[in-house]
């Protein structure tokens, strides 16, 4: 969080003194400025004076009005000033609800700052949309040069691509060579990469589009996909399921990963409870169909050879290789030896 000097409740409480006893209520009841967090509606209010949303939506911006003429206003600079910093210090263009955390978890204070970045002539809002989600700034130029890259960056992207933190950032650097070299540094470059709505980040901080399985994941495919992506080599699914709850917080039986695990065929059993990933390269099937594959793809080999094949694909003992090598339903030899397919009738 943000370490700042003003006091938001105390200069909020300076601005609206500037207020008839009506506007100053309705800005509070608009705002959550009470002791109620709790935004009201224009309707809400309406209601509660026995007027219509568009009478309370004029006394709204009457009462901004005024409070940006009073001297409350210009005392206040001081406040305005350091906001501006901290908008700059964060990049320029920051989510709504990260600037909001940034400044306090408290909703009470939140809201105060809400309505300081409401009032100030240097803040702008953009409104959530197709592509971004509500986000403030201090330059309209800034703002437009950092959307327009992540619109780039995301109409780069593959439905399934996973892109290291690093990577993502340097995609993201070649969009952006118009940008002040201040700006460049990673901390804020992730924040603005959070802008997007179509890009996103996975629990083990993996980047790619949003909507993909790999970062929206839904459920324990998904969760096992990524902690055997991120193990790097093939795991025991006993394994699999302690890292899904130490990682996603999720809890996750040995017998029903195991069974996920079976069904999708983005993971191959190579060994005995052994998963890889399809996407590895290593081929589907039991040890059988190993060898099956191997021999159709290079003909007869010798025991050894098929041995070293299999062994590249499958984490098993050479004698499980060569017990269904001995299936003569399936493999024989020929007079020099070596093993070849059956062709089944």
Not at 69 to 98: M, N, P, R
Not at 175 to 185: A, G, I, M, P, T
Not at 194 to 203: F, L, P, Q, V
Request: with cysteine.
């Amino acid at each position: 969080m943000a370490t700042y000097k003003f006091k938001p409740k105390q200069a909020t409480k300076h601005l609206l003194s500037a207020l008839p006893e009506r506007a100053k209520d309705v800005i509070i009841c608009r705002y959550g400025l009470g002791k109620k967090t709790e935004r009201m509606t224009l309707e809400a209010i309406g209601q509660m004076y026995g007027i219509t949303r568009e009478r309370v939506r004029q006394i709204e911006n009457y009462a901004l009005g005024l409070i940006r003429k009073s001297d409350a206003y210009k005392e206040e600079k001081v406040t305005f000033d350091e906001i501006t910093e901290i908008l700059h210090s964060l990049g320029g263009i920051v989510v709504e609800d990260d600037l909001m955390a940034h400044f306090s978890k408290d909703i009470g204070i939140q809201n105060h700052i809400n309505f300081l970045l409401v009032l100030g002539d240097s803040f702008n809002k953009r409104k959530e949309d197709e592509y971004f989600k509500h986000r403030w700034h201090v330059s309209e130029e800034l703002s437009g040069k950092v959307e327009e890259s992540l619109k780039k960056l995301f109409n780069n992207l593959k439905d399934n691509d996973l892109i290291t933190e690093g990577e993502m950032i340097n995609k993201f650097l070649e969009h952006l060579q118009d940008v002040s070299e201040k700006y460049k540094n990673e901390e804020i470059l992730r924040r603005w990469l959070s802008i997007s709505k179509g890009i996103g980040k996975n629990a083990i901080g993996e980047w790619g589009m949003a909507s993909s399985s790999n970062i929206k994941t839904k459920g324990m495919r998904d969760y096992a996909f990524l902690v055997i992506r991120k193990h790097g080599s093939p795991i025991h699914f006993r394994e699999v399921a302690k890292q899904i709850e130490k990682i996603f917080k999720k809890k996750a039986h040995v017998a029903t990963t195991h069974n996920e695990l079976i069904k999708d065929d983005r993971f191959v059993l190579v060994g005995r409870g052994l998963y890889a990933l399809s996407e590895w390269g290593y081929m589907a099937g039991v040890v059988r169909d190993v060898i099956k594959s191997i021999l159709e793809k290079n003909g007869p080999l010798t025991k050894e050879e098929i041995i070293t094949k299999v062994l590249k694909e499958r984490y098993v003992k050479d004698n499980t290789i060569m017990v269904n090598l001995q299936n003569q339903k399936y493999f024989k030899k020929n007079l020099e030896g070596k093993y070849y397919v059956v062709e089944l009738k």
